[in-house]
């Protein structure tokens, strides 16, 4: 079982900056097991992905978000990111991580979700 919270959301304005951070604890897996990602979901329409980092360290981003966000990860802290530069108001969702077993092909552990909402 993986535990996920979710932090750092806000309000910004469009053209703003935000780093959110998805906290992974309750398990024993190694950090190389666990591959993570970024969804989001805003109202009346269907979750998108954001962005992923697999166990080898490769990225990969939905077209909407490429060179404005950035995924990372800490290891030792058991912490995933998401940077988000240059904001837009169709960012504005709820934004979930996400996790499974690198050799499942869907994410089974999801946190809350913490909310981002651009303003014009």
């Known amino acids: 079982q993986v535990q996920l919270v979710e932090s750092g959301g806000g309000s910004v304005q469009a053209g703003g900056s935000l780093r959110l951070s998805c906290a992974a604890f309750g398990h024993s897996y190694t950090y190389s097991s666990v591959c993570m990602g970024w969804f989001r979901q805003a109202p009346g329409k269907e979750r998108e992905g954001v962005a992923s980092i697999d166990r080898d360290g490769s990225t990969s981003y939905a077209d909407s978000v490429k060179g404005r966000f950035t995924i990372s990860q800490d290891n030792a802290k058991n912490t995933l990111y998401l940077q988000m530069n240059s904001l837009k108001p169709e960012d504005t969702a709820m934004y979930h991580c996400?996790?499974?077993?690198?050799?499942?092909?869907?994410?089974?552990?999801w946190g809350q979700g913490t909310q981002v909402t651009v303003s014009a």
């Open positions: 996400a996790a499974r077993l690198c050799w499942w092909h869907e994410y089974r552990y």
